[in-house]
Structure formats: structure tokens, C-alpha cells
């Protein structure tokens, strides 16, 4: 899932990780990306680097 989050923001003013508790993320079942971290591996080919 890519996840658009902080939209209100700058891009360079938003968290790098769109979730912090420990919980939800242990209860995902699917990587979860966020944007910019989806445009970095395209700006870079290196889709490795994303989740």
C-alpha cells in the first residue's frame, strides 16, 4: 500500500514513516510505503529499497 499521509505538509517537512506504534505496525500484513519513499526508489531505479 502506498500511503500519501501528512498531506498538508511540505514533503520535506513530513515524517519519513507514516506509522509509530509498535502494535499497528506488528498487525500489518502488507508493507506499507509511504510516497516518498515510492518516488525515491523510482528517482534512484532501485526498487529494492522499497519495503
Aim: proline share 14%; aromatic share 12%; glycine share 2%.
Amino acid at each position: 500500500m502506498v500511503l500519501n499521509h501528512q498531506h498538508r505538509l511540505p514533503p520535506h517537512e513530513r515524517r519519513p514513516k507514516p506509522y509509530s506504534r509498535p502494535e499497528f505496525l506488528a498487525a500489518q500484513d502488507e508493507p506499507v510505503i509511504t510516497t516518498l519513499e515510492f518516488f525515491a526508489a523510482w528517482r534512484e531505479e532501485d526498487w529494492g529499497a522499497a519495503p
